[in-house]
């Protein structure tokens, strides 16, 4: 079996190679990415020693490069993770969200069916169904959930939905889609809440929660999502969306003073800062149809998995300084500058 991971040097497709690796030490593994800002090849340093993998530097959008890649390797699937992921910068600057998320995913699939793909399997989220209200607790997302969108980066990921959906009904693509919730977890890259919160605390700077901070997530850890994704494409019909949550809900507020309980960092160095535009109040994913279909549930109870991410940073602070120390530094003066 040969697999193309795009994206497999950013947060999520990184943990997805590792977890392919060790599960499935036979199958030959491709690593697509353009190693954007958002990209890390020191995340993959120890993938590399295995023979079974290979990491290819290139953009998804590249419809030549893609063309000439998939008919040198002749991919069984594909799993389509490249895309800008940070609400922030879409907010900021939403072009490249609609070129990587959306014509990316088209010059993918083109791809996949000129040279006989047997799996497309596109990583969307949560984010494409909107937020719901804080007041109505029982609601969740279900796959059913009408799509209605926020921000540049939801509306790209909607887009990118839509565009599969419609290969599968024309062309046939024999395509699945996953639309999972918030991840946690190692190599999460520190402009996202987590591991932003944790950085901060370490270097004792201030921790900058917007607005409120009552806005709810419902956090994954990323190894649940990797085995989820694992799980559909082999076993997940094409054709079919399938969420991936696992009610774990709390608010903002409630993990930033989770992390700094952990680190025992005072809450002195909470500070409320103005509000994100369009801010989702609130998602909640129903996990019922993968759970059903596929069996799956998730295995990491977020008191343990918040520890064990802590503890990740904790123990691999050169991963994360380097990348705060360069140009990042930059991004956080003008999101956070003064804000
Ligand atoms: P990330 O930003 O950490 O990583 C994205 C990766 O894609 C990077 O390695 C980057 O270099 C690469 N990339 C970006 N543009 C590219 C291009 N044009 N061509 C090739 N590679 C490109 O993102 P993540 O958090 O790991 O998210 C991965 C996927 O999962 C995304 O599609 C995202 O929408 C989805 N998702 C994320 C979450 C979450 O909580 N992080 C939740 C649900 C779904
Ligand atoms: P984020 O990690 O950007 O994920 P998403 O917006 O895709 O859910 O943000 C998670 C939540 O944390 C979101 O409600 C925004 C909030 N947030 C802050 O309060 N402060 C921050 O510095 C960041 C990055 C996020």
Request: aromatic share 12%.
């Amino acid at each position: 079996m040969k697999i193309l991971v795009t994206g497999g040097a950013g947060f999520i497709g990184s943990n997805f190679v590792y977890y392919m690796i060790n599960k499935y030490p036979d199958y030959k593994i491709v690593c697509l990415d353009a190693l954007t800002y958002a990209g890390n090849l020191e995340t993959l340093e120890n993938a590399m020693k295995n023979d079974n993998f290979s990491f290819v530097k290139g953009d998804i959008t590249d419809r030549a490069l893609v063309f000439d890649l998939f008919e040198k390797e002749a991919f069984d699937i594909v799993v389509n993770f490249a895309a800008e992921s940070h609400v922030d910068r879409s907010i900021d600057n939403p072009e490249i969200f609609l070129k990587t998320n959306i014509l990316g995913t088209q010059v993918l699939m083109d791809a996949s069916l000129k040279f006989g793909v047997k799996r497309y399997h596109q990583v969307s989220t949560d984010e494409v169904y909107g937020d719901l209200p804080l007041d109505k607790p029982e609601l969740m997302f279900t796959e059913e959930t009408p799509i209605h969108t926020s921000s540049p980066y939801s509306a790209s990921k909607a887009s990118a939905d839509l565009l599969v959906q419609a290969y599968v009904r024309t062309f046939g693509l024999p395509a699945t889609i996953s639309r999972c919730s918030n991840n946690y977890g190692p190599y999460h890259f520190p402009e996202k809440l987590i591991p932003l919160m944790i950085a901060n605390a370490l270097n004792d700077k201030s921790l900058p929660v917007y607005g409120e901070g009552l806005n709810v997530r419902d956090w994954l850890y990323v190894e649940d999502h990797c085995e989820a994704i694992d799980l559909i494409i082999h076993n997940g019909r094409v054709g079919e969306v399938y969420n991936i949550g696992g009610h774990n809900e709390k608010t903002n507020i409630y993990i930033v003073k989770t992390i700094l309980e952990i680190l025992g960092k005072p809450e002195s160095l909470i500070t409320y800062v103005s509000d994100r535009k369009g801010h989702d109040m609130r998602y909640a994913i129903d996990p019922t149809k993968i759970t059903g279909e596929l069996g799956w549930t998730p295995k990491t109870m977020f008191d343990d998995g918040i520890r064990k991410t802590v503890d990740w940073y904790l123990n691999n602070r050169s991963w994360w300084e380097n990348i705060i120390s360069g140009e990042y530094q930059d991004y956080y003066n003008k999101m956070y500058g003064d804000r």
